[in-house]
């Protein structure tokens, strides 16, 4: 069993809708990065976050620690939201070499 | 500043050739990566350095290996690539500024072995 499962997997959407993207992990972790991954391949970091919510723009991100759940939301969605979005818990006590990648959620934004 | 930069952006090999993948930032990180991307797989990592003359494996360390020459560069090495690995190659560095820790993506590096 995956220690990091995200869904969906695939997701189409049209431009404006509210977008949410889930993740779920099996391990005790201390933070999780959301990572972006354009379609050319190049990777962004959006977020890190220990606790609660953090808000960028229109990307909003929340983690349970408890529950061991977080969730990447997208409002007004936009095509150049397109991409490939990625969770990754940092395991607990571990340095950044800890990190476990999630499979990852493909967002397709049409017009 | 360029950020983090690889070298080459891709590259084909035949069955036991060797080659050096490059890495290098210019935003004085103390921890760099290395991980490889394959199809329907997550990122996983190679490699990593927490700082200048220090290296640890990762989850899928076999047939690599590294150097972190200085405290910008870390290059990872195939002495005799196999077609198992065939694969994206990224490499990453570490900038954590009170408590908050992001991670800083190369633009890749496709190898095919043939």
């Known amino acids: 069993k995956n220690e990091v499962e995200q869904s969906p997997q695939n997701l189409t959407a049209q431009e404006g809708e509210f977008i949410t993207i889930n993740c779920s992990y099996s391990?005790?972790?201390?933070?999780l990065h959301w990572l972006q991954q354009h379609p050319g391949g190049g990777i962004v970091s959006l977020f890190m976050?220990?606790?609660g919510k953090k808000k960028h723009g229109r990307l909003i991100a929340t983690i349970n620690i408890q529950e061991k759940h977080s969730s990447l939301h997208i409002t007004a969605s936009h095509p150049r939201d397109s991409a490939v979005y990625i969770c990754?818990?940092?395991?607990?006590?571990?340095?950044?070499?800890?990190?476990?990648f999630g499979k990852g959620t493909k967002l397709s934004v049409k017009p | 500043n360029a950020g983090v930069t690889q070298t080459p952006k891709f590259q084909v090999l035949k069955t036991g050739q060797s080659m050096t993948l490059q890495c290098a930032q210019d935003?004085?990180?103390?921890?760099m990566y290395w991980y490889r991307q394959d199809p329907g797989m997550g990122l996983r990592l190679i490699y990593y350095?927490?700082?200048?003359?220090?290296?640890d494996k990762g989850e899928v360390p076999n047939g690599y290996n590294v150097s972190r020459l200085n405290k910008r560069e870390f290059s990872l090495r195939l002495e005799s690539a196999a077609p198992s690995q065939t694969s994206v190659y990224f490499c990453?560095?570490?900038?954590?500024?009170?408590?908050?820790?992001?991670?800083?993506f190369g633009p890749g590096t496709r190898l095919l072995v043939l």
């Open positions: 391990v005790g972790i201390s933070a």
């Open positions: 990453a560095s570490t900038m954590v500024s009170t408590g908050e820790e992001t991670q800083y």
């Open positions: 350095s927490a700082s200048e003359g220090t290296t």
């Open positions: 935003m004085n990180h103390n921890s």
């Open positions: 976050l220990s606790s």
């Open positions: 990754a818990p940092l395991r607990l006590g571990g340095s950044q070499g800890n990190l476990i």
